[in-house]
């Protein structure tokens, strides 16, 4: 129904900058809540961002704030991630996802998902 597909990782030394983006496609996502999660090796999937269908709301963890920015631009039916000054601790598969208006914070409450992008954050 709603098809997500992440761009935009890679490799990057630590203090370096990546944007990640997500390209839907199926629907529009004018209507849905969109949102950024991260999972490492041998961790619970955790998140990261999200941003109200309207783009007036975004809330970003405590572990990347200030450092990343969500954003949408629904004419284009894509939403990013703006990752700046990174971590090592960054390193992880980034996933985005959608839901139906409201915003979540835990990753079982979104509907639909892409296929992740490797980011990977060196010393």
């Known amino acids: 129904q709603v098809q997500l597909v992440e761009s935009g990782g890679g490799l990057v030394q630590a203090g370096g900058s990546l944007r990640l983006s997500c390209a839907a496609s199926g629907r529009t996502i004018s209507s849905y809540a969109m949102a950024w999660f991260r999972q490492a090796p041998g961790k619970d999937r955790e998140f990261v961002a999200t941003?109200?269908?309207?783009?007036?709301?975004?809330f970003h963890a405590d572990s990347v704030k200030g450092r990343f920015t969500i954003s949408r631009d629904n004419p284009k039916n894509t939403v990013s991630l703006q990752m700046n000054s990174l971590k090592p601790e960054d390193t992880a598969v980034y996933y985005c996802a959608a839901k139906r208006n409201t915003v979540g914070f835990h990753h079982w409450q979104y509907d639909y998902w892409g296929q992740g992008t490797q980011v990977t954050v060196s010393s």
């Open positions: 941003i109200s269908w309207s783009g007036d709301f975004t």
